[in-house]
């Protein structure tokens, strides 16, 4: 996972709405069962396909539960359950992929008082070095609303999520979209609740039928540490798509650090509503926005850094918004700090960052890099740029410093 404490010592930068000159980037690299190299933005290296994980000897069998698909490049292939219904913990075996077929739940929704007729809570433990692949967009994890997700690696063994390409070793450095992504679900607010504010059952985007939001500011999905996410995100239609990570009405029980999602064909993280907090976060090669935050979204997210591939990949590197409703509450209250964000598309129209909505945001000690205009602020009636109004919960303009 790549070292990114030393982001507190990055240069103060004040975001002007002028394209600011361009600068290099180390390689953003990751240890473990692979390594992922993007390369720097100029001079352009002759792309070196991505590595697959270590060469070894597949299993000769699945660990107990897991339904025996054959042999993928060096592992085994062990097919996950559609749902899990009990507490379970996956180990990191030798030689073995967990494969992810179809949408594989982890619990059923509680609903968002925890109430819901039907609704079953789960423990999802993974253990660090292990592995899980998946081959098509309708291939995904998704923690429901009651359940949690303990997927805590370390620097030396991160818990890899990728497609079944890379495992085979045929991904390379412009592979995306090759299968769906993690989603995590909870109970903690969001704006636009559909019906009763206390159940929510908002629909998280990529799917069809997977419910969020609630009350509960500090609800808790789990704990992700060390983890990384490779060529995922797609589209199941226009305007609904799944990201690398998606995050709808998680709550601040919830630790997501030391996360790295490379080659999402959509958004590298998206956040829905909640509370969540999120730090040391690694997003490299998304083909539309690097960091998005809606329905009222409220945290903090610190230590970040952001590098599109190239000139013909990527959209904005930060967008808010509340989806059209201006007013609504809760309103988004997001504070991004100690960031470096490279943009490098020229094919995409977005400005670095997009604040629209009536999002009430603030972007802290970072640096800015980009083809076009560093910030676009986009309103209807004055509501992002007015002033405070403690009626309507507005804490102002947007903060740049």
Known sequence: MA????????????????ALASCGADGVGSPGDGVIVTPTPTPTPTPTPTPTPTPGQPAAACPSGYTDLGVVGSKRSCE????????????????????????????????GSGTKAGGQAVTLTVQPGALFMASSGNNYLVVNRGSRLIAEGTAEKPIIFTSV???????????????????LLGRAPVSDCPGDPSECNQVIEGTTSSLYGGTNATDNSGSLRYVQIRYSGYAIAEGNELQGLTLGGVGSGTKIDHIQVHNSSDDGIEIFGG?????????????DDGLDTDLGYQGFIQYVIGVQRDAGNGDSMIEADSN??????????????NATFVQRSTAQGGNVVLIRGGADYKLL??????????????QTGG?????????LSDDGPPVFR
């Open 383 to 391: 509501t992002t740029m007015r002033p405070a109004d403690p009626a």
């Open 275 to 287: 509370r969540a907090n999120l730090k040391n976060i690694v997003i490299t090669g998304a083909d």
């Open 3 to 18: 070292k990114i404490s030393h982001l507190t010592k990055l240069l103060l930068a004040t975001c002007g709405c002028a």
């Open 80 to 111: 996950l359950p559609a749902r899990f219904t009990a507490d379970t913990r996956i180990d990191a075996v030798a030689g073995v992929a967990y494969k992810i077929t179809g949408p594989v739940n982890v619990g059923s929704d509680v609903g």
């Open 165 to 183: 390409e890379n495992v085979q070793g045929t991904a390379t450095d412009s592979s995306q979209g090759l299968w769906g992504g993690v989603i």
């Open 365 to 378: 000690n970072s640096v800015v890099v980009g083809t076009k205009n560093c910030v676009d602020i986009d």
């Open 324 to 337: 059209g409703n201006e007013d609504a509450q809760p309103r988004q209250k997001t504070v991004v700090s």
